[in-house]
């Protein structure tokens, strides 16, 4: 007597729904296509391209180990690479063939020394396999779409840039101007608004300021109005708004 195999698959289908909820896919006249995921603008390029990597390199690894394991890889080759293009362009206001023209087929970020700070690549048949089987530890607690974005937020948060103080010239760490937590507390906590409003405020309005003042401006001994002329110099100094 020959008895069956078990067979272990996923609904591609579901995964989708799911990524179109957060907005990272959409659905049109029965199919799913990339989309720009608008709750990353914020960022540079550099680490749009490794928040969207680890996302759906995540749900790649996770689903991975089913029977249709080619649908796993299409979500990170395709969608996962599409999304990260669509999300490049709408930043620079420019189309995604010149944005695949501008950094490769893979999405390679490049800094002024030429060094590789970011990309986010195709996975090979080999490589994926790979990846499957080095990854179950990693992502073997995540259970649902918010776990996973939550999971991976640190990549959003890495500093690329080293800016001088804008008023001493030392080397500088970056002072937000409003006060997240007044904001937050209208917010229920743990919840994704409360994660999503969180990652906008603290990519909103920063000065960069050496140690000692930084302290200065938490113990209260410069006013919000100086902050706002600090920071309409900043602006228009480095042109870089």
């Not at 743990?190 to 990652?199: G, V």
Request: proline share 3%; glycine share 4%.
């Amino acid at each position: 007597m020959r008895i069956p195999r078990i067979r272990i698959t996923f609904s591609m289908n579901d995964v989708l729904r799911k990524l179109v909820d957060k907005g990272l896919v959409r659905y049109k006249a029965g199919k799913f296509f990339p989309t720009s995921y608008k709750s990353i603008l914020q960022y540079d390029i550099a680490n749009i391209v490794s928040y969207n990597r680890a996302v759906f390199r995540g749900l790649a690894n996770y689903y991975g180990f089913a029977h249709n394991w080619y649908d796993a890889k299409t979500l990170y080759n395709y969608f996962g690479l599409y999304c990260t293009a669509m999300t490049i362009a709408h930043k620079t206001k420019s189309k995604v063939p010149e944005v695949f023209k501008k950094y490769g087929p893979e999405l390679t970020i490049i800094d002024s020394s030429n060094k590789i700070i970011a990309s986010f690549g195709v996975l090979s048949n080999s490589k994926f396999k790979r990846n499957v089987r080095n990854s179950h530890i990693s992502f073997s607690q995540v259970t649902n779409m918010e776990q996973l974005l939550l999971a991976n937020l640190k990549v959003a948060k890495k500093h690329l840039i080293k800016w001088p103080s804008i008023i001493c010239g030392e080397p500088a760490e970056m002072y937000h101007i409003k006060h997240v937590w007044k904001t937050l507390s209208k917010k229920k906590p743990c919840s994704f608004d409360f994660y999503l409003e969180a990652m906008r405020l603290v990519n909103r309005k920063t000065l960069p300021v050496c140690k000692y003042n930084h302290k200065l401006k938490h113990a209260g001994k410069f006013s919000e109005d100086s902050l706002s002329n600090f920071f309409e110099s900043f602006k228009k100094k480095w042109d870089w708004f």
